[in-house]
Nanobody, 124 residues
């Protein structure tokens, strides 16, 4: 069973940067697929960024040009470098990953496994 653990959240001022990490344990497939979502209070869960074995980095419209997603496959770790943060980026950031390793399941978002999230708070 795949388990996801996020880290790197915190409090930052507007214009600042944070780097989130998500480490997956129990995953051994070459057909990897991982993503970041975020959820603010009283708002729907929003796709932020993702990367998979078949598709390079892809982003939600609200973070394009500011966030960079990357993956260290050897470490089973997904990263999210967040730059030029604004109060609108305040949310709980959740790691999302495919656990099955099947080709088809890695092509449909969201994937089947979630982490607990790491809180990001951006002050004005």
């Amino acid at each position: 069973q795949v388990r996801l653990v996020e880290s790197g959240g915190g409090l930052v001022q507007t214009g600042g940067s944070l780097n989130l990490s998500c480490t997956a344990s129990g995953r051994s497939s070459e057909t990897y697929a991982m993503a970041w979502y975020r959820q603010a209070p009283e708002k729907d869960r929003e796709f932020v960024a993702g990367i998979s074995w078949s598709v390079g980095p892809f982003y939600g419209d609200s973070v394009k040009g500011r966030f960079v997603v990357s993956m260290n496959n050897a470490k089973n770790t997904l990263y999210l470098q967040m730059n030029n943060l604004t109060p609108e980026d305040t949310a709980n950031y959740l790691c999302n990953a495919d656990s099955s390793g099947s080709v088809m399941s890695t092509m449909v978002l969201p994937y089947d496994t979630w982490g607990q999230g790491t809180q990001v708070t951006v002050s004005a």
